[in-house]
């Protein structure tokens, strides 16, 4: 495989983990409530980072936003900071991806280019690294209330909208890994001067006394 080939395959596997990590905030199934034996209910409850909704013994579906963002819990507000964030860095990583391709006829240079790249490996790493703290802090706070032998509001469970996204993260570092890996020689590395090679033959005159009077003869007479 080439390095076109290459950088195509990477550009495309970031692609694929930002578009599964922004797949994320429309699902609404991050966490579904479970039934421990305790309770009879008869509807279940499924909500994400902006809304809960409840699916009833009829089959209908109805939804509910959150009505007020200070009234949120600390993790939910920290989780939507933590993958907005992400989701933008992986977004401003694809722009410099398309920017550092040798493929593409803009960027300048190729130091250039590997610099664009490197920078998008660093920005994909980081958005996929904010991205897993969001979905793990997430799942963190489920499985907490669940094993809560003290909790007896609704236990939940993990959804289907976490398991994309911890997929998504995973993408997005390995790609961005992979560039960083890549373009690191590349990118840093410094212009030498130039030198002269070791086959080059500087050839010299050689001034001999007799020239060197013939030199100051032809002086003299041209101040005469």
């Not at 390095?3 to 199934?29: D, K, M, R």
């Not at 409530?33 to 209908?60: A, E, M, P, Q, R």
């Not at 994309?164 to 960083?180: D, E, K, M, N, R």
């Amino acid at each position: 495989m080439n390095q076109n080939a290459c950088e195509i395959a990477v550009f495309l596997l970031c692609i694929a983990g930002w578009v599964l990590t922004t797949f994320t905030l429309p699902i609404e199934i991050w966490q579904v409530s479970t039934i421990n034996g305790i309770l009879i209910v008869t509807g279940d409850f499924y909500s994400n980072l902006w809304k809960i909704c409840v699916h009833g013994s009829t089959g209908v579906s109805d939804c509910k936003d959150f009505e007020s963002l200070l009234a949120l819990p600390v993790h939910i507000q920290v989780c939507r900071a933590f993958l907005i964030t992400g989701i933008i860095l992986c977004f401003l990583g694809v722009i410099l991806a398309l920017v550092g391709m040798k493929c593409t006829k803009i960027g300048g240079s190729d130091i250039t280019k590997a610099k664009f790249a490197f920078t998008t490996g660093i920005l994909f790493i980081v958005g996929g690294l904010l991205s897993m703290s969001c979905f793990s802090l997430y799942a963190n706070r489920i499985t907490s209330e669940f094993y809560d032998a003290k909790f007896y509001q609704t236990k939940f469970e993990l959804g289907a909208g976490l398991f994309i996204g911890w997929a998504g993260f995973f993408l997005c570092i390995v790609g961005g890994i992979l560039y960083c890996i890549a373009t690191s020689k590349v990118a840093f590395q410094k212009k030498r001067k130039g030198c002269i090679n070791k086959g080059t033959v500087i050839t010299n005159e050689i001034v001999t006394p007799t020239t060197q009077s013939k030199l100051k003869q032809f002086d003299r007479a041209a101040y005469v």
